[in-house]
């Protein structure tokens, strides 16, 4: 039970807000989350599934306006407009707080407060932070007992913590878009949601503390807080296993590549993955002089869309037990759960994901594009030995990753650190369907953290090259990656999935100095004898194309950049200036 008198007159300060019904307090017991799953079933807000054939799993539906991040709802509210720079919807503080309290009064009446104390990364380590979500959904309160350390160990390290704690406010409301905000307040370490009670919007350990106050308390502390999967690849040709953090943007297949199964060929030669983690990492210098990771989530919040057998099965075999699916289809002969391009075998009496009988011959989609589920992270196949290590894992290799069909290489390796935080400063992806707005536009995202970084941006490039100076030698090498470039029909060229591989195989061998490169304006590009095509349905002249640079794309890409680059209200890092001008 909670003693900590801090944490006792916020709750206080909460109920007197909120006017709850009745307060639980969440220890993530079985017993307490049997009795919550059974409540959920009755109010309707949970469907139990198939407990043969899915054991633990549960289904849920979201309001048909609240299906994925809302970016142009989402805030940082400091003191100076300047400090959240231009990338980011900035609220004075004062005038934001007013707002949602007085969207949110009274609105937990008739409702039960649930209480969740959490811990982002284990509080063994000295990577973890603390914080207490309160919600008003069971939904929320399961996933947060899923996606973070939530039990009476961190109730009784919130005792002894004055006020060092992250206040995570999730208000459902009448979930109405014209009134949703979820505003982050770095400077008092406070998260307040209204009117969604969908994923990163509700779930507020996620995004919201790991990654957007995370990132704030990052360039504070000293690290970094980065929308990164982690893996560690093995190869036939090292006995090392190498540790490798990838950044690409929501959509773009982070956890398709944490939780990559390597083609038959090469995992019969001895390749494997083992996943870390597949979205976020925090990443801190310790005494070895290395950059180290750990990965502060305790579950998985995948998107289904896309995940088959073929495409991404450890994904697959990870949502099969204990896992609370959103927004997909409910098969209602076997009372299973199905979504787009997982089999060939869509229900033929089936719900869709608003609720309606639905059936493939009706010609609409069944499970809503930005489909989700969240699952323990210890369900994954593929797991690392190390997932759990304290200390974390010591990185060799950042990926930045894009979805872009023409323009950027299959891979290429950056020329220094420094010209790496250039290539992550000016990463240009297409849009998916994890956030509101239409799809397929490019834009920039920096890092992919162009919706989480929850601090001028200028400063955030400036802080990257600040820990490669503290790295110096010891500084992981950087690489950008592309699965997605498309011929003249728009297909794309390289196969993807697990025949990405083949350039992982190649990146370790370039981190072993076992093949050379050729060296470009845009960076070390291989040579094309050097990526395997062994029994690969691609032609020398396919590889060839999307290792190309062309020209002009890049002198048009130069003057883009240029631009975006003039949009920065405070003074960019004068490193990346001077790579642009001799580009």
């Known amino acids: 039970m909670i003693r900590n008198e801090f944490i006792k007159s916020w709750i206080q300060e909460m109920k007197e ?101 959490f811990s982002m990364g284990r509080i063994d380590s000295d990577f973890h932070k603390l914080g207490i979500q309160i919600t008003d959904s069971i939904y929320v309160a399961m996933s947060m007992t899923i996606m973070t350390r939530v039990g009476k160990d961190i ?29 982050h307040f770095p400077e008092s370490n406070t998260v307040v949601s209204v009117n969604s009670a969908y994923g990163g919007n509700a779930i507020l350990g996620k995004k919201c503390l790991a990654l957007r106050l995370g990132s704030y308390m990052g360039k504070k502390e000293g690290w970094l807080a980065e929308h990164m999967a982690i893996f560690g690849l093995k190869t036939p040709h090292s006995d090392e296993i190498k540790y490798i953090c990838a950044a690409l943007p929501s959509g773009c297949g982070k956890t398709d590549l944490a939780m990559l199964e390597p083609s038959k060929e090469f995992k019969d030669k001895g390749y494997e993955i083992f996943c870390v983690g597949d979205d976020i990492s925090w990443l801190k210098i310790r005494e070895d002089g290395r950059l180290w990771a750990v990965n502060p989530e305790n579950g998985v919040f ?15 075999k990870t ?96 020329k220094d650190w420094n010209h790496g935080v250039f290539m992550g400063s000016i990463m240009s992806s297409e849009t998916t369907v994890a956030s509101v707005g239409k799809t397929g536009v490019l834009r920039h995202d920096p890092f992919g953290m162009l919706p989480f970084c929850g601090y001028n941006m200028s400063d955030y490039f400036q802080h990257w090259i600040d820990i490669g100076e503290k790295l110096g030698d010891k500084a992981p090498r950087i690489f950008g990656i592309n699965w997605f470039r498309t011929n003249e029909n728009g297909s794309y060229i390289w196969p993807g999935f697990g025949e990405n591989i083949r350039v992982l195989d190649w990146i370790s061998k370039r981190l072993e100095n076992k093949v050379d490169a050729i060296e470009t304006n845009v960076g070390l590009v291989p040579k094309e004898e050097d990526i395997n095509l062994e029994n690969l349905d691609i032609s020398r002249e396919d590889l060839k194309e999307i290792l190309s640079l062309d ?11 240029k631009s975006f680059y003039s949009k920065f209200d405070k003074k960019l890092p004068n490193e990346l200036i001077e790579i642009l001008e001799n580009f």
């Open 17 to 117: 807000w909120l006017e709850p019904e009745d307060i639980i307090w969440v220890d993530g017991s079985k017993d307490q989350m049997d009795l919550l799953k059974n409540i959920s079933c009755e109010t309707g807000e949970l469907i139990k599934l198939n407990q043969d054939l899915m054991p633990g799993c549960y289904l849920h539906r979201s309001d048909e306006s609240d299906v994925a991040r809302v970016e142009d709802r989402t805030f940082i509210c400091c003191k100076e407009k300047i400090d959240a720079g231009f990338t980011n919807n900035w609220w004075n503080p004062e005038d934001a707080m007013k707002k949602l309290q007085e969207i949110a009064r009274g609105s937990y009446k008739g409702r039960i407060m649930y209480v969740v104390p």
């Open 155 to 183: 109730s009784k390290l919130l005792n002894k913590s004055e006020n060092n704690w992250t206040k995570c406010i999730h208000c459902s409301c009448s979930c109405n878009p014209e009134d949703r905000y979820i505003c």
């Open 302 to 316: 995948g998107a289904c869309a896309g995940i088959s057998r073929k495409t991404n099965p450890n994904a697959l």
């Open 319 to 414: 949502s099969e037990k204990n896992t609370i699916f959103t927004n997909v289809v409910l098969n209602k002969d076997n009372n299973t759960v199905w979504w787009e391009n997982l089999d060939d075998n869509p229900p033929e009496n089936g719900i869709d994901w608003l609720g309606e009988d639905w059936n493939v011959n009706l010609g609409t989609r069944g499970a809503q594009p930005n489909s989700r589920f969240a699952a323990p992270l210890e369900n994954c196949p593929c797991l690392s030995s190390e997932s759990q290590n304290p200390m974390g894992v010591p990185i060799s290799a950042i990926l930045l990753g894009v979805k872009r069909p023409k323009l950027m290489p299959l891979v290429c390796e950056a």
């Open 551 to 561: 020209d002009n794309l890049w002198n048009q890409e130069v003057t883009e950049v």
